[in-house]
């Protein structure tokens, strides 16, 4: 091989290895750009979600704190407590009479909404009879 074989090749070889160069560098590019394209389209639609779910919880909260005058709510609106957590309301029914009948433990849903874990341990609890009623006297102050 004479020297101008040489020089060609090494040429032909610092071109390749200039071109690899070039193309990776497109190539990030292209991809960085692709990214932010699809970063801010997966913003976008979080958004729309997180907006779209938080008027569902507001939606649902809403409908919780007028429920009990609602046609078919199981208790007399007089007789209901709202707790919040882990249960809606606690309905004393009969209290409005001056006795107790009935309390009835009352969870309010709306939409495809579905009982939580505690929500669902309290309703077997109540289900099962696990339930107590227990008087506690606060220590008078000395």
């Known amino acids: ?22 193309g990776l560098r497109v190539g990030a590019r292209i991809g960085a750009l692709r990214a932010e394209r699809s970063l801010a389209a997966r913003l976008d639609a979080e958004r729309r979600d997180a907006v779209k779910r938080s008027r569902a919880v507001l939606g649902g ?43 009835v433990f009352i969870e309010v849903k709306s939409g495809d909404s ?12 109540v289900e099962s009879g696990r339930v107590r009623y227990v008087e506690y006297r606060a220590p008078e102050a000395t």
Do not use: Y
């Open 1 to 22: 091989m004479n020297g101008i074989d040489m020089v060609f090749f090494a040429l032909a070889g610092l071109a390749c290895v200039l071109f690899l160069a070039l």
């Open 61 to 103: 909260q809403f409908s919780e704190q007028l429920a009990p005058f609602l046609p078919g709510f199981p208790g007399d609106p007089t007789e209901v407590r709202f707790i919040g957590k882990p249960v809606d309301f606690v309905s004393f029914s009969g209290a409005s009479r001056g006795a107790v009948e009935e309390v």
């Open 114 to 125: 579905r009982l939580s874990q505690v929500e669902r341990s309290l309703r077997d609890a």
